[in-house]
């Protein structure tokens, strides 16, 4: 079964500290890969996705992701973590042509 | 650009109270969906339609029901409303396709007491 897997369920960092952030997937396809951030209060934004081509992609507000077929992973990184930058991210992975499989979130915060 | 509109923002019900939550869409997208999130739980998927006049259940569709009403409106109803009901509810929209992105709701704040 597809399956998103974000292990980490809290991170703290310092702002100007480099992020990342963990996804794991489980889909017996070629996977379209997507994360998105939820301000609090707010509804999801897209940051970035991938579905082909490079592995590496680059999203909005200075973030990217690379898609590692090997490890099952589409880790998200940002070289400096800014104050505004607190959130929560999601993985998720689009199944099928309708269904999206969302994992369980990770909240950041960042530390003045 | 509206995008994707929910009405309520917040509501408060009480056991056994009745509501119905409203999404419109003005992007003509086919698909739309009902997620519920819950602390820890991440967005559970409730039900989605994958075009107009078709609703398809996702993981969680107990004690609610869903209309297409047209392209742009999809609704979700809660008949008899519990407190395992409380939640944020996120409407959302796409077009077809693995690779495409959803446009999200600014969701509904539901409390049932």
């Known amino acids: 079964a597809q399956s998103v897997t974000q292990p980490d369920i809290h991170i703290t960092v310092s702002e100007g500290a480099s992020l990342e952030l963990r996804c794991n997937y489980s889909?017996?396809?070629?996977?379209?890969l997507f994360w998105y951030v939820q301000s609090p209060g707010q509804g999801l934004q897209l940051l970035l996705k991938y579905f082909s081509g490079d592995t590496l992609v680059q999203g909005i507000k200075g973030f990217e992701a690379e898609f590692k077929r090997s490890q099952s992973s589409f880790n998200l990184r940002k070289p400096s973590v800014h104050w505004s930058d607190a959130a929560e991210y999601f993985c998720a992975v689009g199944s099928g042509t309708y269904k999206y499989i969302f994992g369980t979130g990770t909240r950041l915060k960042v530390l003045a | 650009n509206a995008g994707v509109t929910q009405t309520p923002k917040f509501q408060v019900l009480k056991t056994g109270q009745s509501m119905t939550l409203q999404c419109a869409q003005d992007m003509n997208h086919n698909s739309m969906y009902w997620y519920r999130q819950d602390p820890g739980m991440g967005l559970r998927l409730i039900y989605y339609?994958?075009?107009?006049?078709?609703?398809d259940k996702g993981e969680v569709p107990n004690g609610y029901n869903v209309s297409r009403l047209n392209k742009r409106e999809f609704s979700l109803r809660l008949e008899s409303a519990a407190p395992s009901q409380t939640s944020v509810y996120f409407c959302?929209?796409?077009?077809?396709?693995?690779?495409?992105?959803?446009?999200f709701g600014q969701g509904t704040r539901l409390t049932v007491v």
């Open positions: 339609s994958a075009s107009e006049g078709t609703t």
């Open positions: 889909y017996g396809a070629t996977p379209y």
């Open positions: 959302a929209s796409r077009d077809p396709g693995g690779n495409t992105e959803a446009f």
